[in-house]
């Protein structure tokens, strides 16, 4: 199950990155990132990424990514979820 805030955390780092004001305020977890957003370039992927490892504490290898996570706003948010349990078990 994606984590709300998780989401909406994930939401405010792409609008802070892109410029996108209010745009993603009503794009729900089906939303298409790649393509559906003409802001989100190879350099804007870079600028998200070193946004999320900063925001969420996680470390993402360039291997780990692929046009996939940045398919839809759910499968970003589920790659960042995925990074953090990784970081939790790795703290236990």
Known sequence: MINTNHTLE???ILTDTLGL??????M???AKLLGGI???DSVAVV???LALEKKFSISIEDDEI???TFEK???LVNFV???LAEKNEQLA
Request: charged share 35%; hydrophobic share 30%; proline share 7%.
């Open 73 to 75: 706003l759910s499968s």
């Open 47 to 49: 600028t998200v990424i």
């Open 10 to 12: 994930i939401k405010k």
């Open 81 to 83: 979820e995925i990074k």
């Open 28 to 30: 729900g977890p089906d």
């Open 66 to 68: 692929s046009a996939k």
């Open 38 to 40: 003409p802001e989100l």
């Open 21 to 26: 004001g209010k745009r993603l305020d009503t």
